[in-house]
């Protein structure tokens, strides 16, 4: 069993930038490979962002490489996301998720997920 609590979501303007932390309980973080999604109103949750189980390999949805950094510390079991150059179309609320089947980009493949933070970007 894997808990999931994210945190470091906020306002902030066009251009600026937040960074997402996803603490975990359980001593079994570094088996998981994590992911990160979002959620804007209206629409279906989307993949982001996913890190590998060492850290070594992450991998990102277009519209947000360049701009986004997944990273994670497996000593303080938290998977973080920096988010640059932020622009309206990021307004969601973002979830971590953790999943042992591999490094997928697809919801249904993983098992934990947290409550969510809401990041709002203004124009």
């Known amino acids: 069993q894997v808990q999931l609590v994210e945190s470091g979501g906020g306002l902030v303007q066009a251009g600026g930038s937040l960074r997402l932390s996803c603490a975990a309980s359980?001593?079994?973080?570094?088996?998981?490979?994590m992911g990160w999604f979002r959620q804007a109103p209206g629409k279906e949750r989307e993949f982001v962002a996913l890190?590998?189980?060492?850290?070594?390999?992450?991998y990102y949805e277009d519209s947000v490489k360049g701009r986004f950094t997944i990273s994670r510390d497996n000593a303080k079991n938290t998977v973080y996301l920096q988010m640059n150059s932020l622009n309206p179309e990021d307004t969601a609320v973002y979830y971590c998720?953790?999943?042992?089947?591999?490094?997928?980009?697809?919801?249904?493949?993983?098992?934990?997920w947290g409550q969510g933070t809401q990041v709002t970007v203004s124009s």
């Open positions: 998720a953790a999943t042992d089947l591999g490094v997928p980009i697809t919801t249904w493949a993983y098992k934990y």
């Open positions: 890190i590998n189980w060492s850290g070594g390999g992450t």
């Open positions: 359980g001593r079994t973080f570094s088996s998981y490979a």
